[in-house]
């Protein structure tokens, strides 16, 4: 009786909460006209960061994947090397990660794509919280699924494969799926060294015309559409995996 | 096949929980059965006789072969005999079939048809056809048993290893499973089984081991331990659990 008013309640104020933001916002006096210039730009901007965000997503599962391999790999050196790459990534801020791996890193290489550094130091960023959940996922699955496994004669890698992978899986998707949509999110920082991508054509649309907030609503709209899909897809994959323990 | 057990030893860390024990099983064996208090050592017994573990001391050979000492060879050994534990054993994101099918097929190099085939046939026999397509939380526990134990004899193992089969299951399941593992024994399927239902053992086992701290207390044919124990810690532990 008393959790149900309690969560009427609650779903009342978060409604209302949602009402008046909203009204708010479309309440505004816009004035779209000063950035119709700029709308190809942010279109372009869209697609650099919709292409990034693939790319170091793609990229970010592989460097997770290593990571969590080293780690559960047994050899101490490895797995405290890999330790030390999280907790290091994890712990500082990507601004600079982003500074230090483009002036200092990739200029000392001699590499000038800021786009392909900027893939790069994200993926080596988000890959540092993949591979956490990805060990998280891995060792939520009971020492009793190896020994069955043993018993049965499955090699090391026949287990992952067979028997634990495809169970911790399901375990990893939602925590992943997060991760994902903060990528995308965090991509934004590449401004610091001008990646053309969408949040930068925002900002010099918004430098431009002082329009402020018709340059970075548009923002709003497409990073949903980026980060929506992703949601919506671990959803299906979670069903598809979906058994009871 | 002859099996034999010289002075073996297990540890882990500061518990034995194996020492000295000698044991011969030869041919007629066919049955054995590991009895004995909890703690006593069936359950490591069973994993050296799988080849699950290694012993610390003493050498264990089947007929006149040492056992394997390395992973690949022990993984080997592993696939030509049948594991059953007490519970959870079954792959829970898998149906019934496939936890049968997936071994004969990745392990033993089966064709998908053929284990198929034989994973029907041997549910048909356990009664469990009408649960082939179910995942193992869709089962009871006694189904779960059954299922796990068509899983362990697929292939047809030299030696099933049964570890407390029932011990996780109430009455009625117990005694739906018990009725399988006899059938086995009829069947003249090797079997090396350890459980807490001395009526089983005393009805099919062909030699019956008693462990208790580790060591071999009494081995002889079922027979003579449950109706002349030599040993004081065998008779009293009889007279414990025959008591209810
Ligand atoms: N993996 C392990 N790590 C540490 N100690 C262990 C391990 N396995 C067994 N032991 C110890 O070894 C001894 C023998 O254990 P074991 O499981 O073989 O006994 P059991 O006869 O099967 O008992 P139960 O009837 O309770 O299953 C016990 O004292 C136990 O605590
Ligand atoms: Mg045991």
Request: hydrophobic residues 45%; contains cysteine.
């Amino acid at each position: 009786m008393w959790k149900s008013a309690f969560s009427y309640f609650i779903s009342l104020c978060l409604l209302a909460s949602f009402c008046f933001v909203l009204w708010v916002v479309v309440s505004h006096d816009y004035h779209w006209e000063a950035i119709t210039p700029y709308r190809a730009n942010l279109l372009s901007g869209w697609l650099t960061t919709l292409w990034l965000s693939t790319a170091a997503l793609v990229l970010s599962i592989i460097i997770g994947a290593l990571l969590t391999a080293g780690q559960l790999s047994g050899q101490r050196a490895s797995s405290l090397l890999c330790r030390i790459y999280i907790e290091g990534i994890r712990g500082t801020p990507l601004l600079t990660q982003i500074l230090i791996g483009y002036y200092l890193v990739a200029n000392a290489v001699g590499w000038d794509s800021r786009l392909g550094v900027g893939i790069v130091v994200l993926s080596c960023f988000s890959a540092a919280y993949l591979a956490e959940i990805f060990r998280a996922g891995i060792e939520s699955i009971p020492q009793s699924q190896w020994l069955s496994a043993r018993a049965i004669g499955f090699s090391e890698a026949q287990t992952y494969r067979f028997v634990v992978i495809p169970q911790a899986v399901r375990r990893i998707l939602p925590a992943a799926a997060g991760q994902f949509a903060n990528l995308i999110k965090d991509s934004s920082l590449l401004f610091v060294i001008s990646v053309q991508e969408f949040t930068m054509q925002a900002r010099e649309a918004n430098a431009n015309t002082y329009a402020t907030f018709e340059a970075y609503l548009p923002l709003i709209l497409g990073y949903f559409i980026l980060t929506f899909p992703i949601s919506l897809l671990s959803r299906h994959l979670e069903d598809r995996f979906h058994y009871e323990d | 096949m002859r099996t034999d057990l010289e002075h073996v030893g297990k540890r882990y860390g500061d518990t034995r929980a194996l020492a000295d024990v000698t044991i011969s099983l030869s041919e007629e064996d066919q049955v054995v059965v590991l009895i004995g208090p909890s703690g006593g050592g069936k359950s490591t017994l069973l994993r050296l006789l799988g080849g699950l573990e290694t012993a610390d001391e003493g050498a264990l050979s089947r007929n006149g072969i040492e056992f394997p000492r390395t992973e690949p060879e022990l993984r080997e050994f592993r696939r030509q005999n049948g594991f059953l534990f007490q519970a959870f054993n079954l792959f829970p994101h898998l149906s019934a079939l496939e936890n049968i099918v997936l071994p004969l097929v990745e392990v033993h190099h089966w064709e998908r048809n053929a284990a198929h085939a034989r994973a029907e046939e041997v549910v048909e026999r356990f009664g469990m056809k009408a649960h082939l397509s179910k995942r193992p939380a869709e089962m009871s526990g006694g189904q779960q048993q059954r299922i796990a134990l068509a899983r362990a004899m697929a292939h047809s193992p030299a030696t099933l290893l049964l570890d407390e089969p029932t011990s996780a299951l109430d009455p009625e399941m117990k005694a739906e499973v018990l009725d399988l593992i006899e059938d086995l024994c009829r069947s003249g399927q090797r079997i090396v089984l350890s459980t807490h239902e001395m009526g089983f053992a005393r009805q099919c086992a062909d030699t019956v081991v008693f462990l208790s701290g580790g060591r071999v207390e009494e081995c002889g044919p079922a027979k003579d331990v449950f109706d002349h124990p030599c040993s004081e810690t065998v008779r009293q532990f009889l007279s414990k659990v025959m008591k209810w």
